[in-house]
């Protein structure tokens, strides 16, 4: 057994670290105080591969692996968020159901242009009245000749104003519940398709969080991804890897909060010393670290089993589960150790502690990672 | 085009402390880089490469370790690394590596060679010029910018003093490039992933032509008399700005150090 990043992954992980630092720290507060998608930044990872890790060499990827992805969420999120799950959505829930679902065909029209970053990928699953539970899904698929005609509604799509490219899923047989979705591929600009309205969040305010609308899209039946009816499959397989993706992106906002309390604990004085100096600065030190590195191991394994190709579903689900929860503890003890401060957009923290709390809720709430797992017990 | 690019690796020197009591560095955790002038050359050969086509090669010399700068050039998208590694070449001050390197580059065609001034470890930005003297080769010194005419003239803006020098040069030639003349590149994840997969040329004093006296510790006529630490003084901030907000920034950093409430 060996807990040590290969050589690749130390090189990889210097970069992303120089990256995210130079490039993505600077304009973090402002891409959350002005509620904006930071293209400019979309448009350098793209420049340098970032958009397309995982991806194959032979689509134009990077033809890196889970690990190294999970490690580039994990430094843009400890920044900045809302780059991360940038990121995370483009990669995990849009290139990765194309690469594990799509025909040949489809795999070489979408996934050069996805994996060098020229488009933006987004996933449109949720709706008003179906979310954890999916199968309540009222977009309609209704066949016509060589084509699926499109009608509803999606909610809460991460890059939606910017995506050029959507995986989503609607009813193609009503009756049969969650065996009656289908994946379908659509594209901006295609006629009928339109963006509602963008979501006021508390935390990861950049990441252009939107409304899909559908009325009487026409979609020609290659646009199809995978077998009819077999959605309900795609969709939680996608959100299995997509949960890597968000549990890398927790672990980042824990390990930015903790970097930024480390730095104030030193320069904080109160009573003639540094907080540091306070055993109770050190005790809750001490719980964040360890708990951050807990969750890093478990993503780091996931990520690893994912690659590995073997199953990895309960792990996707432990490392989310773990990451986030954490995630919402140290940037709530980080809040705590600044004090007064800690609750003034003058200190990172204040964003990081909004920021954390999406990681509980979206891509399966920590409840349903709790049924997962405990599925997987009692089976 | 034939370019190669000196590089070295070098201790991370933002990031090193020194022992109060002994005075000497702590290089325990320090990170080593490749040294930030050097990485200027390196950008300015590949965008050289970029704009007119051209083979790139790096080479180091140094322990091991120093294999990692050479990958990283490699994810930065350089053709070739030689690393030049043997004991003969230990202890070696200015004038013993500039002989072994040029000892490996009379085994290397090239139109440019290109160094960093100098090594943010030692200052010296010696090596470069006594390179191009045993090689015989015309040296241009300290560049901000070079444009080539796709013939066999360079173009070569040169920080001075007072302002620039502007001259035209023909290949083969040596330059030693400041850091200020560009912004070098990200390794590419794509250039990451083979990194490893690339080889790195191993040479040790077999493969080059150079006199063995001339070389390590006996090749080196420097002899340390002694080191010492001068005074700590941060690095600190440069902002050029209005008065107005240049005494608000000035506030802002006195409440954060908690100097002013």
């Known amino acids: 057994m060996d807990f040590s990043l290969t050589k690749e992954q130390v090189l990889f992980q210097q970069m992303i670290k120089d990256f995210a630092e130079r490039e993505v720290k600077p304009l973090a507060a402002e891409v959350d105080e002005q509620e904006r998608f930071p293209i400019e930044t979309v448009e350098k990872m793209a420049k340098i591969g970032i958009m397309g890790i995982p991806i194959p060499k032979q689509y134009g990827g990077a033809g890196g692996n889970n690990v190294m992805y999970s490690m580039a969420v994990e430094?843009?999120?400890?920044?900045?968020?809302?780059?991360?799950?940038?990121?995370?959505?483009?990669?995990?829930?849009?290139?990765?159901?194309?690469?594990?679902n799509g025909t040949e065909a489809q795999k070489q029209k979408y996934l050069p242009k996805l994996a060098s970053g020229e488009w933006i990928g987004a996933f449109g699953l949720t709706e008003p009245n179906a979310g954890t539970d999916a199968a309540g899904q009222q977009t309609t698929a209704v066949e016509d000749g060589d084509n699926y005609i499109i009608n509803g509604s999606k909610i809460f799509i991460t890059n939606a104003e910017y995506a050029h490219v959507y995986v989503i899923f609607a009813m193609t047989d009503k009756s049969k519940g969650t065996r009656g979705i289908t994946a379908f591929i659509i594209e901006k600009g295609t006629p009928g398709f339109s963006i509602g309205k963008k979501e006021k969040k508390m935390g990861i305010r950049g990441s252009a969080t939107c409304e899909l609308i559908f009325e009487n899209v026409v979609l020609p039946k290659e646009n199809m991804l995978g077998k009819l009816n077999k959605g309900f499959g795609i969709a939680m397989k996608t959100l299995d890897g997509g949960r890597i993706g968000i549990a890398a992106q927790a672990l980042g906002i824990a390990q930015g909060a903790i970097n930024e309390t480390v730095r104030y604990v030193k320069?904080?004085?109160?009573f003639g010393r540094p907080i540091s100096g306070f055993q109770n600065t050190q005790f809750q030190l001490a719980d964040m670290n360890t708990k951050t590195e807990a969750s890093r191991m478990l993503v780091r394994k996931a990520a690893n089993k994912k690659d590995q190709k073997v199953p990895y579903s309960v792990d996707a689900a432990m490392c989310k589960l773990y990451a986030a929860e954490t995630a919402m503890e140290v940037t709530n003890k980080a809040v705590q150790l600044h004090g007064g401060y800690g609750y003034t957009r003058e200190y990172p923290v204040e964003r990081m502690m909004r920021d954390a709390k999406i990681t509980e809720i979206y891509e399966g709430t920590s409840e349903v990672q709790r049924m997962v797992i405990s599925a997987n017990m009692l089976k | 085009m034939k370019i190669v690019v000196c590089i070295k690796q070098v201790p991370d020197t933002t990031e090193i402390k020194i022992d109060p009591k002994t005075g000497t560095l702590i290089r325990d955790g320090v990170p080593s880089i490749m040294n930030p002038d050097d990485k200027s050359g390196l950008e300015m050969a590949l965008q050289l490469k970029d704009e007119n086509g051209a083979h790139v090669t790096v080479i180091t010399m140094g322990p091991p370790q120093a294999d990692l700068i050479l990958r990283e050039a490699y994810a930065m998208g350089v053709d070739r690394a030689i690393h030049l590694t043997d004991r003969k070449f230990a202890g070696a001050d200015t004038l013993a590596t500039s002989h072994a390197l040029a000892g490996a580059?009379?085994?290397?065609?090239?139109?440019?060679?290109?160094?960093?001034?100098?090594?943010?470890?030692?200052?010296?930005?010696?090596?470069?010029?006594?390179?191009?003297?045993?090689?015989?080769?015309?040296?241009?010194?300290?560049?901000?910018?070079?444009?080539f005419d796709g013939d066999k003239t360079f173009t070569m803006k040169r920080h001075i003093e007072e302002g620039y020098q502007m001259l035209e040069v023909e290949a083969p030639c040596v330059v030693t490039v400041l850091s200020s003349a560009n912004n070098p590149r990200y390794m590419s994840v794509g250039g990451i992933v083979d990194a490893y997969q690339n080889e790195v040329e191993v040479w040790g004093f077999n493969e080059i032509e150079v006199d063995e006296k001339n070389l390590g510790l006996k090749g080196s006529p420097t002899s340390v008399h002694k080191a010492f630490a001068r005074g700590l003084k941060p690095a600190g901030e440069l902002y050029e700005v209005e008065t107005d907000e240049a005494v608000g920034i000035i506030i802002k950093k006195l409440k954060e150090k908690f100097i002013l409430n």
């Open chain 1, 75 to 100: 430094e843009l999120s400890a920044v900045c968020a809302t780059t991360g799950v940038i990121v995370s959505a483009h990669t995990s829930l849009c290139a990765a159901p194309i690469m594990e």
């Open chain 1, 267 to 270: 320069e904080r004085k109160q």
């Open chain 2, 105 to 147: 580059l009379r085994k290397i065609d090239f139109d440019l060679l290109i160094t960093g001034r100098q090594a943010i470890d030692g200052d010296t930005a010696q090596v470069g010029p006594q390179i191009a003297e045993h090689l015989d080769l015309p040296q241009v010194s300290y560049l901000e910018d070079l444009k």
